[in-house]
Every structure is written in structure tokens, then in C-alpha cells.
């Protein structure tokens, strides 16, 4: 089955509680077994997410904070830095209803066929144990640096055939 037609759009202002949203449920799984109520585990998750997007405007100054919509509703969020060699996906994640469908594929497939017009590396930080690191394997990202925790994925343009010479 293809995957779902997306489009992008750039973050507003209102889309504050939605990328919290978004944000919180790439965490679920891993605080389930926090023995926390539910509204410390929201508060941790809220604090978590505005020290992230704090980090994110202030490093990535220039970059592309999008939103992900299929079907004219949210279904996460992509953020992107576009540098003179260097597409960096600093984070793309979907909400729960929309993983799995080949949405996140669909969109790296996008930034890699980006990449490789433009001759730029595309880059990405994962988490070494998170499932998505196969998914970035089998679309030829490769490791490039160990930063503990996470490792550090590029995958290089694809080799342009020059143009034939008259």
C-alpha cells in the first residue's frame, strides 16, 4: 500500500500544544513504567519539550520547523536545516495514527532525493536502541560519529551521471 499524501507547512505560534502533543507521544512508551502520575509525567514531558525546542532555535538558527499534515490534520512535525553542504534532519516523528503507514519513509525519501539534486549529505542524530534506526539503515544512512547515547547517520548524495556532451 503507498503511503499517505502529505504536505508540509511551517509552524505557527497556535501550533504550540500540537508539537507538545507530538512531542510527548514519542515518549510515551519509554515512561510507562516511570512510576509517575500522569500529570508529572506530563510536567517532566513539558519541561523536556521546551528545553528541546529551546536548544533547537537557538543552534539551528535559519531552520525549517515544519508541520506534517495528511488529510488537511496534523500527523507530527519535521524540523530541518538546510546548510551549503549539509541537509540536517534535526527531528521528524508522527503521531501514533500515522506511523507504520510508510509517511516517514515518504518524507526522508523526499529530503534524500533533495540531497542527492542538490549534492548535499543528509544527516540525522538517533537514538542507538530506537526501532527507527533500521529504517534509516535501509535508506543508506551510515554511521559517522559515536556520541554516546546517540549515533550520528549521514548518507551522501548519490552519484550523478553527468549530462551527455553534444
Known sequence: MPPP??????????????????????????????????????AFLRRQFEAQDAHYRQHYEGASFLMVEVGGEVAGRLYVARWPREIRVMDVALLPTHRRRGLGTAILRELLREGDATGKVVSIHVERHNPVLALYERLGFRPAADRGVYLFLERPPAARTPAPQP
Open 5 to 42: 499524501a502529505y504536505s508540509l507547512r511551517t509552524a505557527r505560534a497556535e501550533d504550540g500544544q500540537t508539537l507538545f502533543d507530538v512531542y510527548a507521544s514519542t515518549r510515551a512508551e519509554e515512561l510507562a513504567p516511570v512510576p509517575w502520575t500522569a500529570e508529572q509525567k506530563r
